[in-house]
């Protein structure tokens, strides 16, 4: 499903901004992969 479409039909989007950041290693066993996301989006009022 493409989410962009679904949203700048009824907003004005400014911009759209995403971060992926991976640990390898956060307390776990070693090798455990664990990724951590966050999305975000700017609409003009």
């Given at each position: 499903?493409?989410?962009s479409s679904?949203?700048?039909r009824?907003?004005?989007v400014r911009g759209w901004y995403?971060?992926?950041?991976e640990s390898r290693?956060?307390?776990g066993q070693p090798g455990?992969?664990?990724v951590k996301v966050?999305?975000?989006v700017v609409i003009r009022n």
């Open positions: 499903m493409n989410y679904e949203v700048e009824d907003y004005d995403a971060s992926v950041q290693h956060d307390g455990e992969t664990l966050a999305t975000g």
